[in-house]
């Protein structure tokens, strides 16, 4: 039964809940858009137009690649572990429940906290790939197929971890190596975790291990990671997902303690003192706050466990139990506190691809993905754009169709208040298709 919880405005119904029947999630109520001539796309009005763009093997070049799956009847995927159609259902699913969590717990519409859904490239190339990662050019979430007679990538927490890596780059703007990239991949870590025990999916049942859904699952134990106690050559480490271990041990541990729970012990580093935790709401709302307002791309672990005090007095008080928890959870991975915090960089830091590609009277859009460690609003301009293409100087967002084939150097810069820049040199090639 199709449940319409909009009303037709020309022609076009919006707010359309259908039924998607998902491998990972199960039979789960959807948002979608009606349309009058292709019956249902999968498009969500009501999150800011989160959106499936099927490459269907194919590979990714921009984000109006792929089709929109459409269906006639709102009624989506087979619940079969290898169907594609089923896989866009969990992927679709999973970016819903990333929404909702952050806008009913930390009031943030979407990554930017500008009202802009996210989109979902699924079923891009190989099946074998077994892929799934983050594109901060298109905010996009890119999948591979699910493998024949296995099982898809499209968890709730592996789906939500790539998201956390978008809304990690418009805050902390962490670097991507060393501890900064371990804080990076533990933060997404964290995230996917708070929106799988917020989605509370019966079929999905909340836990603390990461893509446990996945052939050869868990990838990621949060109570017992693989590398779980801090130690100064931890840095050095080739793997940020490695290097991210104390920092999700810590966070298992403030929400949940370090005695005998259900979801596995996590004995402290070195014998030390037992942790009581506080619980995944504070918890979570510790290291949301502690991301988006203290967390700087050279932070690292020293200045990690600064910015989660810094973040608990802001919520509950300094000196109060959940500041103290904090201090133990971090004593308990081997961050006590001894090393120096690092002075936090000036001035607006951006991240952007070396080179894009567009066609000639193709649409597209990239994003340039700037921060600022003190959070002033930073200014962003271009020079050099190909005919066709402007920027949106508040947002970042480089749009438009193109007009005329060639090869383009683009000079952007981002200026702070303060009238820092930095500048960063894109090559641009448009085709002819």
């Given at each position: 039964?199709?449940?319409?919880?909009?009303?037709?405005?020309?022609?076009?119904?919006?707010?359309?809940?259908?039924?998607?029947?998902?491998?990972?999630?199960?039979?789960?109520?959807?948002?979608?858009?009606?349309?009058?001539?292709?019956?249902?796309?999968?498009?969500?009005?009501?999150?800011?137009?989160?959106?499936?763009?099927?490459?269907?093997?194919?590979?990714?070049?921009?984000?109006?690649?792929?089709?929109?799956?459409?269906?006639?009847?709102?009624?989506?995927?087979?619940?079969?572990?290898?169907?594609?159609?089923?896989?866009?259902?969990?992927?679709?699913?999973?970016?819903?429940m990333t929404w909702d969590y952050l806008l009913r717990t930390h009031a943030r519409a979407g990554l930017a906290g500008d009202g802009t859904g996210f989109l979902l490239m699924t079923n891009i190339g190989e099946a074998s790939d077994r892929t799934a990662s983050y594109q901060a050019d298109c905010r996009c979430v890119m999948l591979s197929p699910p493998p024949a007679g296995d099982r898809s990538m499209n968890t709730i927490d592996i789906v939500a971890h790539e998201l956390g890596h978008g809304l990690s780059g418009l805050t902390a703007g962490f670097d991507n190596w060393g501890e900064s990239g371990g804080l990076n991949e533990a933060s997404s870590d964290i995230i996917g975790t708070l929106v799988e025990f917020a989605a509370a999916n019966p079929k999905d049942t909340p836990d603390y291990t990461i893509g446990e859904g996945t052939t050869g699952g868990p990838l990621r134990r949060m109570n017992a990671p693989e590398t779980g106690c801090w130690d100064p050559t931890l840095a050095d480490h080739d793997d940020t997902h490695v290097i991210g271990g104390p920092a999700i041990k810590f966070f298992y541990q403030l929400a949940v303690g370090s005695v005998s729970a259900r979801w596995g012990d996590s004995p402290t580093c070195d014998g030390g003192p037992a942790v009581t935790g506080i619980g995944n709401d504070k918890a979570g709302r510790i290291w949301y706050r502690a991301l988006t307002v203290h967390m700087v791309p050279n932070t690292d672990y020293a200045g990690a466990r600064d910015a989660t005090l810094r973040a608990a007095a802001d919520l509950y008080g300094a000196g109060g139990v959940e500041s103290r928890t904090v201090a133990a959870a971090w004593d308990a991975v081997g961050v006590d506190g001894s090393r120096p915090v690092p002075a936090a960089p000036t001035g607006p830091r951006m991240k952007v691809s070396f080179s894009w590609w567009d066609s000639v009277g193709t649409p597209t859009y990239h994003y340039v993905q700037v921060t600022h460690p003190q959070r002033q609003k930073v200014q962003i301009g271009a020079t050099g754009l190909p005919p066709g293409l402007r920027l949106d100087p508040g947002t970042g967002r480089l749009h438009g169709t193109p007009t005329t084939a060639g090869e383009y150097l683009v000079t952007l810069t981002a200026t702070d208040a303060a009238g820092n820049t930095v500048t960063r040199e894109v090559t641009w090639d448009i085709t002819t298709g």
């Open positions: 039964m199709l449940v319409v919880t909009g009303v037709a405005t020309a022609g076009v119904v919006t707010r359309v809940t259908g039924i998607g029947d998902g491998y990972h999630s199960g039979s789960v109520p959807i948002a979608t858009r009606g349309e009058p001539r292709t019956g249902y796309t999968l498009v969500d009005p009501s999150r800011g137009n989160i959106e499936v763009r099927d490459l269907n093997g194919g590979l990714f070049s921009g984000p109006y690649d792929g089709v929109q799956p459409t269906d006639a009847d709102n009624r989506w995927g087979t619940g079969v572990a290898d169907d594609p159609a089923t896989a866009n259902i969990d992927a679709y699913y999973a970016a819903e």
